[in-house]
């Protein structure tokens, strides 16, 4: 009973205690209630207002994207536009049937070049006088990279025949050729072609020869023929020297009275416009060797021949050989010369051989290193020329000169000839040369 | 005091089979040691042998031979016949044209007239 009743008693005591302990809950109040419930309805507003905010602004979002879309469809519309003008243009650019050659522009070009002299000189035996030497314009026409057509003229004035008096002019085509060049190394050339007997013939001209008077063996070869040739150079190494050659056929030499009598050999006749007075053309060709050690330090050594028929009949051959050599010792010294040996069968003289030779040296007076201008433009020249025309002329000249270079193109010659002729075609003895010449 | 009585024979064992072990150990690391011993020394890396010396009867070396330029062909080609011609007295297509009338009247080599027709154009100004 005991325990029963303790244990009766401590409930309600426990129960007390819970009483005690347990703390009322804070009264809230309508007002308090309310405010929340503002709060409340104040931040699901809020919520609603983000809400929508962030739907627009999804909206504007994908508007600003499809402007975007737009925009780079425009870009890439625009570039392709760009691109087609482009290759339009490319295309316009590349319509042309024919390629447009590379190089400098134009295709054809047109040059007149050349040299004119004036002389005052005195044979002896005669009087001095002034003489328009020569007038000698070149024609130079390219019609592409491969085509060249060139042609040169001499105009000389003569005194006018008697009774009239006056004077005439004398116009002499001294070469007309079409060069074609095949490739590296063959050229075609045909018309009125400068033969290669030697070189004098291809590298003379007024301004070119610090002599006014060509070389005296020069008159047994001709300068030029009617026909075609066949000429090219090779090279050796990389230093420039070389190797050339030229072949050529042509007309040649003809008779100028039909027979093969020693004085109707005419060289420069026979030009084809009433056919060839002989029935078979004429032959030659030359081989030449160039090396340069340096520049200014050079030699050359050619040698060249023709032959062929001369007389109508063509019982009678014409046929010449020709060695020649050119020697630069610095800019200021050269030498060069030619030996000239020909023979040909005649009706009435048997086989003539008309032979000869020249040599020429130049110094200019620069390489003293003088310093004085006159000096400096100064150059001397010498020849020696000895021929026997196999006709029993015989013929030695020595010629002592000077050369002074106004400018590079502007020469001032004069020189005293030194004559020495003996025979049935003697010339004049001694005669000196004043030459003004002007290269354009 | 049983425990340990039965343990001694283990222990026996046990100190045997570790004697054993420990010669076999010993007895190869000695033989390793005497075969190196025994072995030749490494031959160092010789360098190799030099080449041979060039005899007559190989080629010398030829020195190489210097190319001219457009300016030195232009000295050597275009001094020999007549004075030289300034490259500003015609225009490019003018020199073309009368390098064209060289080349056939001089006989000139073609790369040779190129080289020159090309230092004339540059040089000529227009």
Request: glycine share 10%.
């Amino acid at each position: 009973m005991k325990i029963h009743l303790h244990r009766f008693g401590l409930l309600p005591i426990g129960c007390a205690l819970g009483l005690a302990l347990a703390q009322p809950v804070a009264a809230v109040t309508d007002e308090e209630f309310n405010a929340l419930k503002d709060v409340v309805g104040k931040q699901g507003q809020r919520m609603d207002q983000l809400e929508q905010t962030h739907q627009q602004d999804q909206k504007t979002h994908e508007q600003d994207q499809q402007t975007i879309q737009k925009l780079q469809q425009q870009v890439g519309e625009t570039q392709q536009i760009a691109t087609n003008a482009i290759q339009k243009a490319e295309a316009a650019q590349v319509q042309p049937v024919h390629p447009i050659p590379p190089g400098p522009a134009s295709t054809h070009n047109f040059m007149v070049v050349g040299d004119a002299e004036v002389q005052f000189g005195k044979v002896q035996g005669q009087h001095s006088a002034f003489a328009m030497a020569d007038f000698a314009p070149i024609f130079l026409f390219r019609a592409n990279d491969n085509v060249l057509f060139e042609a040169g003229f001499d105009v000389t004035l003569q005194n006018g025949s008697q009774p009239g008096g006056g004077s005439s002019t004398h116009v002499d085509l001294s070469f007309a050729q079409l060069d074609y060049l095949f490739n590296d190394y063959i050229t075609f050339v045909g018309g009125d072609i400068l033969l290669p007997l030697g070189t004098y013939s291809e590298r003379t001209a007024g301004w070119l020869n610090k002599i006014p008077d060509d070389p005296l063996a020069r008159g047994f070869v001709p300068g030029s023929g009617i026909g075609m040739q066949l000429r090219g150079a090779v090279p050796i190494g990389q230093s420039g020297q070389s190797l050339t050659y030229a072949v050529f056929g042509v007309n040649g030499p003809s008779s100028l009275d039909t027979n093969g009598l020693a004085s109707n050999l005419d060289l420069g006749g026979n030009v084809g416009d009433t056919g060839n007075w002989h029935s078979n053309p004429s032959g030659g060709g030359r081989i030449g060797w160039f090396f340069p050690w340096k520049p200014h330090y050079d030699v050359e050594l050619g040698v060249s021949g023709q032959s062929g028929e001369w007389d109508n009949a063509g019982s009678h051959l014409w046929s010449a050989a020709v060695l020649d050599a050119a020697v630069h010792i610095s800019p200021f010294f050269e030498v060069k010369g030619e030996f000239i040996n020909s023979w040909y069968g005649t009706d009435d003289s048997g086989n003539v051989h008309a032979r000869g030779g020249w040599v020429q040296a130049g110094y200019k007076l620069a390489g003293l290193d003088l310093d004085y201008p006159v000096i400096n433009n100064l150059e001397l020249v010498s020849r020696y020329d000895r021929v026997d025309d196999g006709l029993g002329t015989r013929t030695d000249r020595c010629t002592l000169g000077y050369v002074y270079y106004f400018s590079n193109t502007l020469l001032f010659e004069g020189d005293y000839e030194f004559v020495h002729s003996r025979g049935p075609a003697a010339l004049p003895s001694n005669e000196f040369v004043f030459q003004l010449s002007y290269g354009f | 005091m049983n425990s340990l009585r039965s343990l001694k024979p283990r222990l026996q064992g046990g100190i045997l089979l570790a004697t054993i072990l420990a010669l076999a150990c010993a007895m190869s690391i000695g033989i390793v040691l005497a075969d190196d011993a025994k072995a030749p020394a490494a031959k160092p890396l010789s360098p190799p042998p030099p080449a041979p010396e060039k005899t007559s009867a190989t080629k010398p070396e030829k020195p190489a031979l210097k190319k001219v330029t457009g300016a030195e062909l232009y000295q050597i080609h275009c001094n020999r016949c007549h004075p030289e011609r300034y490259a500003t007295e015609w225009n490019s297509g003018e020199w073309k044209t009368l390098m064209t009338h060289m080349r056939v009247r001089a006989n000139l080599p073609p790369a040779q007239a190129k080289q020159i027709l090309k230092y004339l154009q540059e040089d000529s100004g227009n």
